[in-house]
């Protein structure tokens, strides 16, 4: 089943965030990371990465820069303190959130509805 896309959109600077506070990373690899521990269901396209990174980039939760790696350049991103701080903010918010839809439908967030 498909999973509407305003839930993705809103929560994906959180998990964006979560991927780089365990390591830098590169755009990319972030995608397939999302697509893979997500079992396809962040299907995330390079046009919507970006401006998300930037944004937070200029936000100060994120610095990047460019390494070569195998012959190709690649830009590397990672998360800053203020970052860190945004992730856990965010974190809280959806572990509240998510705690709050479970009791409204009976905890059952992972079962058929």
């Not at 089943?1 to 998990?15: P, R």
């Not at 990371?33 to 944004?55: C, D, I, M, W």
């Not at 460019?66 to 701080?85: F, L, M, N, Q």
């Amino acid at each position: 089943m498909a999973v509407e896309k305003n839930l993705i959109t809103g929560s994906m600077t959180l998990l964006l965030l979560g991927l780089l506070s365990e390591k830098e990373m590169y755009g990319y690899e972030m995608i397939e990371t999302l697509r893979e521990r997500s079992n396809q269901v962040f299907e995330l396209k390079a046009g919507t990465l970006y401006p998300l990174l930037h944004g937070m980039e200029e936000k100060g939760f994120l610095t990047s820069y460019e390494k070569e790696v195998g012959g190709k350049v690649r830009k590397y991103y990672a998360i800053t303190g203020e970052g860190r701080k945004e992730f856990k903010k965010k974190q809280k918010a959806w572990e509240e959130y998510a705690g709050a839809v479970s009791h409204v439908i009976g905890g059952a967030v992972y079962g058929s509805i």
